[in-house]
C-alpha cells in the first residue's frame, strides 16, 4: 500500500508542474489553480499516510522481535495442554480463578481444584462480637497463590483412592455416595487421601492451612460469612440446619431461620460459590484443616503456613459448620475442634494443592 500512495504522490507531483508550465495554465489560471490547492491537499493526507504506514510497521515489527524472544512452552497445566504458544508467564503457569484436574497414574482425573488468588486479610472476629477468645486477637496474614478444591471431598472421589489402596470405605448412613461429600472420615484417612493424591498426580496436595481456610471462605468479604452477617440468609448460599432439618431431625439446637431443602448433607455445588468460586464452603460438612488447634492467636503466623507446633496434636482444627449445626457456628471465623481419629457424619474435607512456579 505504501508504494501505491508513493505512486500517486509521484504522479500528482508530475502533473500539476506540467500543468503550471504549459498553455493550459495560462488559458485557464482559475481551473488550474484550483486542481493544484486540491493536489496539494491531497499530497498532503498522502504523505501523513505514507508516514504513518511506515510507523505501523516499525512497531509491528518489534512486537514480532519481542514475541519471538518469549520461552515456547510445551506445558501440561491439570489436563489442560497448551502447546507451543508464546504466553505470557502470569498464565503459563497458575492464574487465579482457574479450575483445573490433574490427571491420576490410575487413571481419571483428580478432584476439580481453584487457583486462589494472593493477597492478605484479617483473620478472626473482625465483627468484634463472637465472645470468644480463640477467633482473637485479629491479625493480618499474607497467603500466597494456591489451589483448593473447589468443592468438598466427594464419595465418588475417596471411594476411588480407598478402591485403589484397600481401604475401607466410610460409612454414607444409606443417605448416598456419588457426589454428597464424603463423611465419617477422620483427619488421618484426610491426610491419607492427600497424599495418595500428591503420589498418584506429582502435584503437592494436603489439607488447608486454618489460615489459608479462612481467606478462601471468606473471597474478600469481611462479613462472618460470605453472603453477609445475617445466618437467616443462608440457605441460598449453603446447606445449613434449616427448617428442613429441623423438622426432620428434630434437634433441639437453634437453626437458621430459612429453608434449604435438605435435612442431611447435600450433592455438592447445589448452592451459590463465593466470591473465590469456592462452593458449601460454609455448611454441608465441617472441614478438617492440617492445623492443631490453638487457644488463641497469639503468636500466630502471618504467612499462612500449617500452625501445628506448640498445641495439642489430638485437637485439629474443624471449620464452616455442617448441615446440622448452630447457626454460630457456620461463620467463616469459627473454630471447631476433634480428635483426628474420630470420624463424623457432618465431618469431611477439602483440599489444597499447592501452586506450581514454574
Ligand atoms: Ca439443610
Ligand atoms: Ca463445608
Not at 489560471?29 to 511506515?54: C, E, H, N, P, Q
Not at 483428580?110 to 483473620?123: H, K, L, T, Y
Not at 443417605?175 to 497424599?195: C, F, K, L, M, Q
Amino acid at each position: 500500500m505504501t508504494t501505491l500512495k508513493l505512486f500517486i504522490l509521484a504522479f500528482i507531483f508530475v502533473a500539476t508542474s506540467g500543468a503550471l508550465f504549459s498553455k493550459f495554465f495560462k488559458e485557464h489560471k482559475f481551473l488550474t489553480f484550483l486542481v493544484s490547492v486540491i493536489a496539494i491537499i491531497g499530497s498532503f493526507y498522502l504523505i501523513r499516510d505514507i508516514y504513518l504506514d511506515m510507523k505501523n510497521d516499525v512497531i509491528a515489527e518489534l512486537k514480532s522481535e519481542s514475541t519471538q524472544n518469549q520461552p515456547i512452552r510445551n506445558e501440561s497445566i491439570g489436563n489442560e495442554l497448551i502447546q507451543n504458544k508464546p504466553i505470557p508467564v502470569e498464565r503459563e503457569t497458575f492464574p487465579a480463578g482457574k479450575v483445573f484436574r490433574d490427571s491420576l497414574q490410575i487413571g481419571g482425573y483428580a478432584p476439580e481444584m481453584v487457583v486462589i488468588p494472593a493477597g492478605n486479610f484479617q483473620m478472626g472476629d473482625i465483627q468484634g462480637d463472637s465472645g470468644r477468645d480463640n477467633e482473637k486477637p485479629v491479625h493480618w496474614v499474607n497467603i500466597e497463590k494456591f489451589a483448593m478444591g473447589k468443592y468438598e471431598v466427594t464419595f465418588a472421589e475417596y471411594d476411588k483412592f480407598a478402591n485403589a489402596t484397600g481401604r475401607e470405605k466410610p460409612d454414607d448412613e444409606n443417605w448416598g455416595r456419588g457426589n454428597r461429600p464424603v463423611i465419617n472420615v477422620s483427619w488421618h484417612d484426610a491426610v491419607a487421601y492427600t497424599e495418595w493424591l500428591t503420589q498418584q498426580t506429582g502435584e503437592d496436595y494436603r489439607l488447608p492451612s486454618e489460615s489459608e481456610w479462612e481467606y478462601a471462605a471468606r473471597a474478600g468479604t469481611k462479613k462472618s460469612r460470605y453472603w453477609g452477617n445475617n445466618p437467616n440468609d443462608a440457605c441460598r448460599y449453603a446447606n445449613v440446619h434449616d427448617n428442613t432439618s429441623k423438622k426432620e431431625n428434630g434437634l433441639s439446637l437453634e437453626h437458621h431461620k430459612c429453608t434449604d431443602g435438605y435435612a442431611k448433607t447435600a450433592p455438592i455445588g447445589k448452592f451459590r460459590a463465593n466470591d473465590f468460586g469456592l462452593y458449601d464452603i460454609i455448611g454441608n460438612v465441617w472441614e478438617w484443616v492440617a492445623d492443631n488447634l490453638h487457644s488463641n492467636y497469639t503468636n500466630a503466623p502471618n504467612d499462612g503456613r500449617i500452625w501445628a507446633e506448640g498445641a495439642d496434636k489430638n485437637s485439629r482444627v474443624l471449620r464452616g459448620g455442617s448441615w446440622y449445626s448452630n447457626p454460630y457456628y457456620s461463620r467463616a471465623a469459627f473454630r471447631n475442634r476433634s480428635d483426628p481419629d474420630i470420624r463424623d457424619v457432618n465431618v469431611g474435607f477439602r483440599l489444597v494443592r499447592v501452586a506450581r512456579t514454574n
